[in-house]
């Protein structure tokens, strides 16, 4: 039982923080005033590409995982790590690109912007497909339904929130996903 649990917290705690990116994003598109349906829609999408870029890369982990063993676990903490790196240092110096994220008003537009943002599902995707399959679709599933609801969230927020919330969310995602990586490393 507690085992579940643990893993329920684990995997709600990683969603949160993949979903901090869209978050951040569509505070800096609340900010800048987007329409109601072009908000649902954006927020589809990056709900979308969350579950399937956390497959695709759980699909490619699994497969390495019989290869690699323990080495790929190493890789995938690694990965974890420096995407929360990478998340720290966009968030402290490239904050301005961030308030002018290209979302066109076309659905093509749409879905480039939301694919964009959901990339890094694809590293976590791979450092889950190392531990467990069923762990990694459960996980899957959970990062596309919170990062729906954060983008929703962000929106709104944006529309009230000053510009410095999105970053302090990013940092808070970024130490999240550096916290795990540390974890798949050590364990």
């Given at each position: ?92 110096y490239h904050n301005d690109s961030k308030e002018q ?87």
């Open positions: 039982m507690f085992n579940h649990v643990h893993d329920g917290l684990e995997i709600m705690m990683m969603a949160i923080a993949l979903g901090m990116d869209a978050f951040s994003l569509a505070i800096g598109l609340g900010l800048h005033g987007v329409t109601r349906q072009r908000a649902l829609r954006l927020a589809v999408y990056i709900g979308f590409f969350h579950v399937a870029l956390t497959l695709a890369g759980l699909w490619a982990g699994v497969i390495l995982q019989g290869m690699l063993g323990k080495v790929a676990q190493w890789f995938s903490g690694a990965l974890l790590v420096g995407l929360g790196l990478h998340m720290v240092y966009a968030s402290l994220a290209p979302l066109g008003a076309t659905a093509v537009g749409g879905v480039l912007f939301a694919g964009g943002v959901s990339i890094d599902a694809l590293s976590v995707g791979f450092s889950l497909g190392l531990r467990s399959a069923a762990y990694g679709i459960v996980a899957a599933l959970a990062f596309g339904v919170v990062a729906t609801i954060m983008c929703v969230l962000g929106i709104l927020v944006g529309k009230r929130a000053n510009k410095l919330t999105g970053t302090y969310g990013e940092l808070l995602g970024a130490a999240i996903l550096i916290g795990y990586g540390l974890h798949f490393i050590c364990t």
